[in-house]
């Protein structure tokens, strides 16, 4: 069964720095897709980068790229410029490209706080 | 606008009480997916459903129900026999057409508290 570490459970960026939240997985597949999504204050999950397995180029949605490592098995997300608006919880989120439903299988989270 | 709704927002439950919670989207999805989420814990799937009148158990199904009549609806029940119903649920539906761009989009939960 695939499973979805996430090592850090608080970090802390000051405003307009950089931040790395690390995700480590385990599986045996070799085709997959892996998710960051946010959960702020009010609880919404809000998908933040999504990365194919296949692909070798790293996904970048603007402040947000991620560092995947297929080998190590790890999907890192950065946060460039951080605002204050990007304190949350970030859960990393694997999902097996065969029809299981699409279920998501997370990452315990972390929590970041953003200080002004 | 297009999107997920859960209902209550908040919901008490008594000992013993099977208590419902209400999930719809009007984003045209053919998946849906319940998630419990504990504290210091990720989202943990309790069932998900890719096309109407069929569903399937996630990880922790037992002690709930689910139904999936109409496209837009999925609802979730609680019953007696989940001895540890306090958390936050989450509801979500994706398109079900597979790949990359089945992104899954959630409502905004609810909290269910024991009495």
């Known amino acids: 069964a695939q499973t979805v570490t996430q090592s850090q459970p608080e970090m802390s960026v000051q405003e307009a720095e950089t931040v790395t939240l690390s995700c480590t997985y385990d599986?045996?597949?070799?085709?997959?897709?892996l998710f960051w999504y946010k959960q702020p204050p009010s609880r919404q999950m809000i998908l933040v980068i999504r990365?194919?397995?296949?692909?070798?180029q790293n996904a970048t949605e603007n402040r947000f790229s991620v560092n995947f490592q297929k080998a190590a098995k790890s999907f890192s997300l950065k946060i460039s410029d951080s605002q204050l608006g990007d304190a949350a919880m970030y859960f990393c989120a694997y999902r097996t490209q065969y029809n299981q439903g699409g279920k998501l299988i997370f990452g315990q989270g972390t929590e970041l706080s953003v200080k002004p | 606008d297009g999107g997920i709704t859960q209902s209550p927002k908040y919901l008490f439950r008594k000992e013993g009480q099977n208590v419902t919670l209400s999930c719809e989207q009007n984003l045209n999805h053919d998946a849906m997916y319940w998630y419990r989420q504990d504290p210091g814990q990720g989202l943990r799937l309790i069932y998900y459903s890719q096309i109407v009148n069929d569903f399937q158990k996630g990880d922790i199904a037992e002690g709930y129900s689910v139904s999936r009549e109409k496209k837009e609806s999925f609802p979730l029940t609680v019953t007696s026999a989940q001895k540890n119903p306090t958390a936050f649920y989450l509801c979500?539906?994706?398109?079900?057409?597979?790949?990359?761009?089945?992104?899954?989009?959630f409502g905004p939960g609810t909290r269910l508290l024991v009495l």
């Open positions: 599986t045996s597949e070799s085709d997959y897709y």
């Open positions: 990365q194919e397995a296949y692909k070798q």
């Open positions: 979500a539906s994706s398109s079900g057409t597979g790949g990359l761009r089945e992104t899954q989009y």
